[in-house]
C-alpha cells in the first residue's frame, strides 16, 4: 500500500472530505496539521503553495477536490458507472461551488458575519431545495450505494449549521442523509476520535 502524508491546517475545512475516504476505506495515512505560525516558512516549498496536499509515495496532489476524487476511486466511493460518477462529481462542485462563496479568511469580524448571514439566509435556500429535490426518496445522492458526494454533504453541512443550526430544519430528507453517512461505523468512529476544531 502507498504512503499517504495528508498536510492541512489542524482545521476539518477542506482536508476533512479526504480524512472521511481514509477512514472508510480503512487505508492508513498520517494526517499532518500545521500550526498557523509555521505556514509562511512552509507555503513556499509546497507547489501552488496552497493546502490541503496529499503526497502519495512523495509525489505531491494539490487542490482538495482532486485529492478526494482519487481517494473516491481508489475506495470505489466514486459512483459504480461512468454516468454516476459524473453526477457524483456534479454534486461535490455544487456543494462547493457555494462553499467558495464564503468569505472564509475575511479577518474583519463585522464584515465577515455580515456576509456570512446572507450568503446562509438568502443563498443557502436555494442550494437546499435543489439538493432535496435531486435525493428524493433515495437514501444516497448517487446510485444504490454512498459516494464521496453524500460524505462531501455530510462534511460541508456540519461546518453550515455549526454557524445557522436551523439551516436545514425544513429539509428532513437531507438531515436524514447526514445521519447515514454519520451512523456507517468507520465514520462514526472518525467523528468520535478526531480533533475538535471549529471548523
Ligand atoms: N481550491 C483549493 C482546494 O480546494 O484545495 C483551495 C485551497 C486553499 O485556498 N487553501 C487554503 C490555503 O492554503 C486553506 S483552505 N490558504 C493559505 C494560503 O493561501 O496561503
Redesign the pocket.
Known sequence: MPQYKLT??N?R??AEISRYLFAYSGKKYEDHRIEPAD?PKI?PTIPF????ILEVDGVII????A?ARYLARESGLAGQTPVEQALADAIVDTI?DFM?LFP??EKNQDVRKQAFDDILTNKAPELLKDLDTFLGDSNWLVGKSVTWADFYWDVCSTTLLSCKPDLADNYPRLLALKDRVQALPAIAAWIQKRPKTIM
Not at 503553495?49 to 490541503?52: A, L, N, S, T
Not at 494539490?62 to 477536490?65: D, E, R, V
Open positions: 492541512y491546517f482545521l475545512g477542506r505556514w507555503k503553495g496552497k493546502i490541503p494539490h487542490q482538495s477536490l485529492i462547493d467558495t472564509w479568511a
